[in-house]
C-alpha cells in the first residue's frame, strides 16, 4: 500500500555545500499495518512524510501510495490519503457538520455517501452530540476527534498521523489509540511519527527508527529488542547517540 524505496532529500545551504536531510530511506507498510516512522527532531521524519504526499521532490529515490507515485502523480496519491496533524486547524466558523461535509466535497465524495460516512464516523468517533456546533466552541480533545473524523471522511486506504497526540491528556491520547484500532480492523495503511515513545510502543505493528535523515533499524518491537539489547523504544533512543552501536555489524 506505501512503498518508499531509497528516497533521498538533499537541500543546498546558503553559504554553500549540502544539506542531506533524508539518506536512502526504503520500508514499506501492508493494508491494516500501521508503522511508527520515529526519530529525533531533525532526523528527517516530517520530511520523509512530505515527499510521501508529494509535497516535496526527492533529490533521488521514490515513494508510492496505492500503485501511484508520489513524484508523478502526486494528486492522486492526496485522493488516497488522510492526513492527521497537529498543525492542522478548523474553520472556526463552520458547525462541525459543514466542514466535514466541505471536505468531503473538496475529495470529490457525492453527497449521498458523503451524508452516510459523516453518520458511520459520527457514531465510531463519538462526536453524533458535536455535529451542530461551531468548531470555534469545542475543546481541544472535541477538536481532535474531528480532526480525526476529517481524515477519514472521505474514506481513504492509506493514513499519515504526524504527532497526533501532542497537547492531549490521558484520555485525549486514548482516543488516537482507539482510532488506530479502528483503522486496523478496516484495512487502512498507517504511519505514525511521535515523540511520545511509550505511546508508540501501544500503537504500532513495525518501527523505523531515523537518525541523522537515516533508518538505522527497523522491526517489530520485539525484533529491535533482541537487535539491540534494549527493552523499550526509550532506551533504543538513548543508544541513537551512538550511531556505530546501532548499524549492522557496528559500522558507522
Not at 538533499?10 to 554553500?16: E, I, N, S, T, Y
Not at 530511506?25 to 512524510?49: C, D, H, R
Request: glycine share 10%; with cysteine; charged share 20%.
Amino acid at each position: 500500500m506505501i512503498e518508499v524505496h531509497n528516497l533521498t532529500k538533499r537541500f543546498l545551504l546558503p553559504r554553500g555545500g549540502e544539506l542531506t536531510a533524508v539518506d536512502d530511506v526504503s520500508f514499506s507498510v501492508a493494508a491494516g499495518e500501521v508503522y511508527g516512522l520515529l526519530g529525533p527532531n531533525g532526523a528527517g521524519k516530517t520530511t520523509t512524510i512530505r515527499m510521501i504526499l508529494g509535497l516535496l521532490q526527492p533529490s533521488s529515490g521514490a515513494a508510492a501510495i496505492a500503485g501511484f507515485s508520489s513524484a508523478v502523480a502526486p494528486d492522486e496519491v492526496k485522493r488516497r490519503v488522510g492526513l492527521v496533524s497537529a498543525s492542522a486547524g478548523l474553520y472556526q466558523w463552520l458547525t462541525v457538520k459543514e466542514m466535514l461535509l466541505y471536505f468531503a466535497d473538496l475529495y470529490g465524495v457525492v453527497p449521498a455517501a458523503a451524508r452516510d460516512e459523516l453518520h458511520r464516523l459520527s457514531r465510531l468517533l463519538g462526536i453524533a452530540d458535536l455535529l451542530q456546533r461551531r468548531c470555534a466552541t469545542l475543546s481541544t480533545g472535541q477538536k481532535q476527534r474531528v480532526h480525526l473524523a476529517r481524515a477519514l471522511i472521505h474514506r481513504p486506504p492509506v493514513l499519515l498521523l504526524d504527532e497526533p497526540t501532542i497537547g492531549l491528556d490521558v484520555l485525549g491520547s486514548q482516543v488516537i489509540v482507539e482510532y488506530i484500532q479502528l483503522l486496523k480492523k478496516e484495512g487502512k495503511a498507517a504511519i505514525i511519527t511521535t515523540h511520545r515513545l511509550d505511546e508508540a510502543e501501544r500503537m504500532c505493528d513495525r518501527f523505523g527508527l531515523m537518525h541523522k535523515g537515516k533508518i538505522v533499524r527497523e522491526g517489530t518491537l520485539e525484533q529491535l529488542r533482541a537487535e539491540t539489547g534494549c527493552a523499550s523504544l526509550v532506551e533504543m533512543f538513548l543508544k541513537l547517540a551512538d550511531v556505530g552501536a546501532m548499524l549492522p555489524g557496528g559500522a558507522a
